[in-house]
């Protein structure tokens, strides 16, 4: 079993930034990709960025190619998404999730955090 907490949320003002952070436990977290999704209320869970086990290749979705990004400290055993440059619609549940290949597809991740708010207001 993976252990996630995520943090770091809270309430930005359009324009502004946040970094959360995806503490993992219980397993080596270097034998992991690990991704961030979200969800907005009456959406479906939506894929935001990912990044392999070394954290040398990453990918995101198109809306926040640019203004996010994500980074791996396997040391800390810790994901971040960097989220700069915030809009209203980035305003959501972010949760962080860990399986072996990386994925963009939510239903592929097994382990996933309790996910953290983030609400951007214009």
């Known amino acids: 079993q993976v252990q996630l907490v995520e943090s770091g949320g809270g309430l930005v003002q359009t324009g502004g930034s946040l970094r959360l952070s995806c503490a993992a436990s219980g397993r080596t977290f270097s034998n992991y990709a690990m991704g961030w999704f979200r969800q907005a209320p009456g959406k479906e869970r939506e894929f935001v960025a990912a990044c392999n086990r070394s954290g040398g290749s990453t990918y995101y979705a198109d809306s926040v190619k640019g203004r996010f990004t994500i980074s791996r400290d396997n040391a800390k055993n810790t994901v971040y998404l960097q989220m700069n440059s915030l809009k209203p619609e980035d305003t959501a549940v972010y949760y962080c999730?860990?399986?072996?290949?990386?994925?963009?597809?939510?239903?592929?991740?097994?382990?996933w955090g309790q996910g953290t708010q983030v609400t951007v207001s214009s």
């Open positions: 999730a860990a399986r072996t290949a990386v994925s963009t597809t939510p239903w592929h991740y097994n382990y």
